[in-house]
């Protein structure tokens, strides 16, 4: 029930069709998918809510692609959200819930925006889709594409870890590791799309992708609604980790959306987490300026992004909420990864967990109060990135086979 497409920074409308930016505004042009809301919300009611799949196709009113388009069969989205007390006295919060994105078929949230890639690919006829990632845009998009039989083509910087590449291979995809940034990924890939007629999944630009990652605000706003042992209400704040500003930006239209189809009344304050090292998007929130591009240096590679496209979008929704937006350190996004899940049983990677690293700090400074109640969303899963993960968990003890060792290390380790 797509309307128009409309750029958001002049306000130029487009029919729905094979865009990328806006023709007038170039790169910086983002589009944003509009719907006839009316028409949806006649459709989308609780009642139909409770009949339909657990998947993001419940949405499907609120999604840019026709039934009639072959879908990814693995199960993506409806993920679980856990109350977790123990992890909410630790960072000093009165409630805390974690939405478990790290439980998508490829690992990570990206699997909601590859979701509506792939349909978009088909849509629009094209037999190869492409992206630039970090990792895992292009582990996910390869699983997509996997699911529907798309070829894919997946442009990697030379740091991203060997986990995310081996999903690649395992799923069929070409990959090329190119010698350099990010951002020379980034525009190589760009490239090739036009040379070969790949379509480009690049996250920042498209204007179908987010509209896959809002369904995780709208998750979260049914849950919410339809879950009394949830608390019967929407949390104060949702907190989640930015790279190039599209999952923040998604995660909050897709609450706003709900509230708009009349299913909720209030809506949560948005805050957005970077890290130190590749902060940019921090930066321009505290002076109120455009974006500058900074470094790229962070152990959360999945939001090492120092020129985020897609930052104007994130910050509208977040000063919309009455949000704020936080960094962390690589030390404080670390303990995050080894508190989470021995306080409450989910295993993130780096970025995964850098939410809860910048939920911590904000009740630190003061930005977030300590009787609120607070969703974090925990974006990939731990295993992505083993190296990270052995870092901080420490080793093993070696043992002889004997019952006497093993009684004199449990001694020394445990409490008394
Ligand atoms: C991509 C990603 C993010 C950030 O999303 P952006 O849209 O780049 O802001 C956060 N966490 C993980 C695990 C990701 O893969």
């Given at each position: ?78 993920t679980p ?17 974690l939405k478990d994105d790290g439980r998508n078929p490829t690992g990570s949230f990206k699997d ?24 895992n845009?292009?582990?996910s ?161 999945s ?37 989470t899940p021995?306080?409450?049983a989910v295993f993130g990677e780096?970025a995964g967990v ?23 969303v925990i974006t990939g899963n731990g295993l992505k990135d ?31």
């Amino acid at each position: 029930m797509i309307i128009e497409l409309v750029c958001i920074v002049c306000g130029r409308s487009y029919p729905p069709g094979d865009h990328q930016t806006c023709r007038i505004c170039g790169p910086t042009g983002i589009l944003d998918v509009r719907y006839d809301y009316d028409a949806v919300a006649l459709a989308l009611t609780f009642e139909e809510l409770a009949r339909r799949e657990r998947t993001i196709w419940r949405y499907r009113e609120l999604l840019p692609v026709p039934a009639r388009i072959l879908r990814p069969f693995v199960h993506v989205g409806w993920t679980p959200v856990y109350d977790v007390p123990r992890l909410a006295d630790a960072v000093g919060v009165r409630r805390l819930f974690l939405k478990d994105d790290g439980r998508n078929p490829t690992g990570s949230f990206k699997d909601r925006a590859s979701f509506v890639g792939v349909m978009k690919a088909l849509e629009f006829g094209y037999r190869a889709i492409a992206c630039a990632s970090t990792g895992n845009a292009a582990s996910s998009l390869a699983g997509m594409a996997a699911s529907v039989n798309l070829s894919a083509y997946i442009f990697v910087p030379e740091r991203a870890p060997e986990p995310k590449i081996a999903q690649l291979l395992m799923f069929g995809a070409t990959v090329f590791r190119v010698r350099g940034t990010y951002e020379q990924a980034f525009d190589l890939c760009r490239a090739a799309c036009e040379r070969f007629r790949w379509y480009n999944r690049n996250s920042g630009t498209n204007p179908f992708l987010v509209e896959g990652k809002k369904t995780a605000g709208l998750e979260i706003a049914e849950q919410f609604a339809t879950d009394p042992s949830l608390g019967g209400a929407l949390p104060d704040w949702v907190v989640v980790s930015v790279g190039d500003g599209c999952t923040i930006g998604g995660i909050a239209k897709g609450l706003h959306e709900f509230k708009r189809l009349g299913l909720v009344r209030t809506l949560p304050r948005m805050l957005g987490v970077q890290a130190e090292g590749a902060s940019p998007i921090v930066k321009a929130f505290a002076t109120n300026s455009d974006v500058a591009p900074s470094g790229a240096d962070t152990v959360a590679d999945s939001i090492a992004v120092g020129t985020p496209r897609n930052w104007r979008r994130a910050l509208a929704w977040v000063r919309a909420s009455r949000g704020a937006m936080i960094a962390v350190s690589d030390e404080e996004i670390l303990e995050a990864m080894r508190i989470t899940p021995r306080l409450a049983a989910v295993f993130g990677e780096p970025a995964g967990v850098a939410g809860i690293a910048g939920l911590r700090a904000a009740v630190t400074s003061g930005l977030l109060p300590r009787d609120a109640s607070v969703l974090a969303v925990i974006t990939g899963n731990g295993l992505k990135d083993i190296r990270t993960a052995v870092q901080v968990a420490g080793t093993p003890h070696d043992v002889r086979p004997s019952l006497d060792a093993v009684e004199a290390i449990v001694q020394e380790s445990s409490p008394c």
